[in-house]
């Protein structure tokens, strides 16, 4: 745990381990976050917490050193609906990120083209209470049926108590859904256990409900590796839609400041989940490149 003496939070590893496994050429980590740097670009007024800067030069850094070639940077709750450091650091991967923005329901179709043009290709809706005050889900539709023309997806965040509650509002959203960290199962009941068990109706539901198998460390408690109980949970995911599956990291690990993850275990989870090779490319190379460079989709699936 680290707070500095103006309540600012550090919430990743010192030194993260560079991982046994070689993630594949080509892979994406599908599920990271910038921090500013404040000086440059402020916080929200409505953060629910006050983070240190961590900015595109370490998660690029950070990228290197584990043996991914691309980012998916997904705007933190923290910087509100002003994606300035998000696209910041898009701007600053030669091509090597792109991003999911946070809008104000009352954007203009101009400033959607031009996070387009910045490199966004998704929104994300937050459900978590203790990081948003308000999910306004009629807005939330609006916006979904506004970014159809633009080819992006929405991602969703929720706990697995409301799911069912959600799911008339995730039946009418028009394109491709992307849930984070599988809507928070309780990775404790086991892959049948209830949580995974709506999950996959979810995703049975329809054939772009996408889902990223991420996060056993917000996921499993008591906090660290090995992670088996996450492991035993999602390996069948990701063995049951190996098309609909993505891989993230999630440095710098929002609100985690209590059990900050090393990048380089959560790395080593990976082929535990995605036991063969085939299953490897599609979770990182394939299934990201789909959703985020989708232009390219000629290489060989
Ligand atoms: O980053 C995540 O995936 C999870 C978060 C933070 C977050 O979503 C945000 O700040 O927008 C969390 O559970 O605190």
Same mark, same amino acid.
């Given at each position: 745990m680290s707070t500095d003496a103006a309540g600012r939070i550090t919430s990743w590893h010192p030194n993260p381990a560079v991982p046994r496994f070689v993630p594949p050429p %080509? =892979? $994406? +980590?599908?599920h990271c976050h910038v921090f500013g740097p404040m000086a440059d670009f402020p916080f929200s007024a409505q953060a629910k917490y006050l983070p240190a800067d961590a900015g595109p030069d370490m998660l690029f850094a950070l990228r290197d050193r584990l043996g991914f070639a691309r980012n998916v940077i997904v705007q933190a709750?923290? !910087? *509100?609906?002003?994606n300035a450091a998000t696209l910041n650091a898009i701007a600053r991967s030669a091509g090597a990120a792109r991003g999911v923005a946070v809008v104000d329901p009352a954007i203009t179709d101009g400033e959607l083209e031009a996070l387009h043009d910045g490199g966004i290709r998704g929104v994300r809706f937050n459900f978590l209470k203790r990081l948003v005050d308000n999910a306004p889900k009629d807005r939330f539709l609006d916006i979904a049926r506004r970014i159809q023309s633009l080819g992006w997806h929405v991602v969703i965040y929720f706990e697995a108590d409301i799911l069912e509650e959600l799911r008339p509002f995730l039946d009418a959203i028009p394109t491709p859904i992307v849930v984070d960290h599988m %809507?928070?199962? +309780? $990775?404790?009941? %086991? &892959? %049948?256990g209830a949580d995974m068990t709506a999950f996959r109706a979810l995703l049975d539901s329809r054939d772009d409900v996408w889902t990223k198998v991420t996060c056993p460390d917000r996921l499993e408690? /008591? =906090? *660290? &590796? /090995?992670w088996d109980r996450f492991v035993t949970a999602v390996r069948p995911l990701v063995e049951d839609y190996p098309d609909r599956v993505l891989w993230g990291t +999630?440095? /710098? !690990?929002?609100?985690m400041q209590d059990a900050v993850p090393d990048d380089g275990a959560l790395v080593d989870i990976i082929p535990r989940i995605a036991v063969t090779p085939e299953l490897q490319r599609k979770l990182l190379v394939t299934n990201p490149a789909t959703l985020y460079w989708p232009e390219e989709r000629s290489f060989s699936l």
């Open positions: %080509g =892979a $994406v +980590d599908a709750s923290c !910087h *509100g609906t002003d %809507g928070r199962p +309780d $990775v404790a009941q %086991g &892959p %049948g408690e /008591p =906090a *660290g &590796p /090995p +999630d440095w /710098p !690990h929002p609100n």
